[in-house]
């Protein structure tokens, strides 16, 4: 399996486009370089109850920084970022573009031939909830009907007090979906949003302090459990 020194080396060659063709943002470098403590942290949380995922749907930074590994172990990974940054294809997985807040809601793109109902072992949303400018618990269920029985879906909350004013605008690729959160997450309310979600318990909880954001970040594992 393997360790996130090796897998952190492998992400920013990547980035520093060693061993992707054509241009890479200098940004997304930047940006993994900034928030690694809080992706050591979803990785080690992957790794501590799924050994080998078989199919993953990684939602978000249009980059699969905490899931990129399991295609290198021949599992199949779609990803794809609702927050308009430029993506970055790692080797072996498929990058699909979405909206998650197109109508009608669920999302209007909703289980294509690519992403279909019950179909991962794991769905992972980060970075992503707090920008998106509607209604969240159709998105958040659509996640949850993404997951197979007996898998898992993985999302993180920014608690308070992060992203000062101007914090994205060093970002040219975050082309205005909304460069700033939208909605600032409490504990509280961070929990009324997990617990409130139907044939789902909590597996794993785990608070990742980030200095870029200046505040913890709740990462929350969740099985899909029968009804």
Same mark, same amino acid.
């Given at each position: 399996?393997?360790?996130?020194?090796?897998?952190? =080396?492998?992400?920013?060659?990547?980035?520093? #486009?060693? =061993?992707?063709?054509?241009?890479?943002?200098?940004?997304?470098?930047?940006? %993994?370089? #900034?928030?690694?403590?809080?992706?050591?942290?979803?990785? =080690?949380?992957?790794?501590?109850?799924?050994?080998?995922?078989?199919?993953?749907?990684?939602?978000?930074?249009?980059?699969? %920084?905490?899931?990129?590994?399991?295609?290198? =172990?021949?599992?199949?990974?779609?990803? #794809?970022?609702?927050?308009?940054?430029?993506?970055?294809?790692?080797?072996?997985?498929?990058?699909?573009?979405?909206?998650?807040?197109?109508?009608?809601?669920?999302?209007?793109?909703l289980f294509t031939t690519e992403v279909t109902k019950s179909q991962f072992d794991l769905v992972v949303c980060t970075e992503c909830l707090e920008h998106l400018p509607c209604n969240l618990f159709p998105v958040r269920d659509w996640l949850g009907q993404a997951v197979c029985l007996g898998g898992y879906l993985l999302l993180s909350f920014p608690l308070g007090g992060q992203h000062a004013e101007g914090y994205h605008h060093d970002y040219p690729p975050f082309e205005v979906l909304h460069d700033e959160h939208l909605r600032e997450w409490t504990m509280g309310t961070a929990e009324v949003f997990v617990y409130g979600m139907s044939g789902f318990t909590v597996a794993l909880a785990r608070l990742s302090n980030q200095p870029a954001y200046g505040s913890p970040i709740w990462n929350v594992l969740l099985e899909k459990v029968p009804r």
């Open positions: 399996m393997m360790a996130w020194a090796q897998y952190a =080396e492998k992400v920013r060659g990547l980035l520093a #486009g060693l =061993e992707v063709p054509g241009h890479v943002p200098a940004v997304l470098s930047g940006y %993994f370089a #900034g928030h690694e403590p809080r992706f050591a942290t979803l990785f =080690e949380m992957l790794h501590a109850i799924l050994p080998a995922p078989k199919s993953i749907l990684d939602v978000g930074t249009g980059f699969p %920084f905490a899931t990129g590994w399991v295609a290198d =172990e021949g599992g199949r990974v779609i990803y #794809g970022c609702p927050l308009r940054l430029e993506p970055v294809v790692w080797p072996g997985c498929v990058y699909q573009e979405l909206n998650l807040c197109a109508p009608p809601q669920p999302p209007a793109f």
